[in-house]
């Protein structure tokens, strides 16, 4: 009878194990589609204004997309938490001395959004300039 019971534990054990990384895997992708009006950074990277996607595929990993559905660029992020939801999906920049770095990426009605780790080149330009943040039109295409 215990044996019973230990290989009965033991298989549900596994199943739990093996079948984990799956249902993380099925989580649903969260898009956010941007029409940035000017060019910005991401990481170490520059883009031109124009339509992009920002693709939440992890809890803490971003893609940034074409029109085409193409990456762009993946960026590892950190949760930063707001006393209230926005209302529609927002992304901020930073103003990192004559060019914009995104910072921000928040999903609507979620208090917890993503902030990029900024590249160590921009942290020392805002620093040097007045801070200042951009938004940029989004919307949310369910």
Do not use: C
Not at 22 to 47: C, D, L, M, Y
Not at 73 to 91: D, F, G, I, Y
Not at 98 to 106: E, K
Not at 119 to 127: D, E, I, M, P, Y
């Amino acid at each position: 009878m215990k044996k019973l019971i230990a290989r009965s534990i033991a298989s549900i054990l596994l199943s739990v194990l093996t079948l984990g990384p799956f249902a993380q895997a099925q989580s649903p992708e969260r898009t956010i589609k941007a029409n940035i009006p000017f060019e910005f950074s991401v990481g170490n990277r520059s883009f031109p204004a124009g339509r992009y996607s920002l693709v939440r595929v992890q809890p803490f990993l971003l893609e940034l997309r074409d029109p085409d559905g193409r990456v762009l660029a993946n960026v590892l992020t950190q949760s930063v938490q707001s006393q209230t939801a926005p209302v529609q999906p927002r992304l901020l920049f930073d103003n990192d001395g004559g060019g914009h770095a995104l910072t921000q990426v928040w999903q609507e009605n979620e208090s917890i959004g993503q902030q990029l780790t900024p590249s160590k080149s921009s942290t020392r330009a805002v620093q040097k300039a007045a801070r200042h943040v951009q938004t940029a039109q989004v919307s949310n295409p369910r």
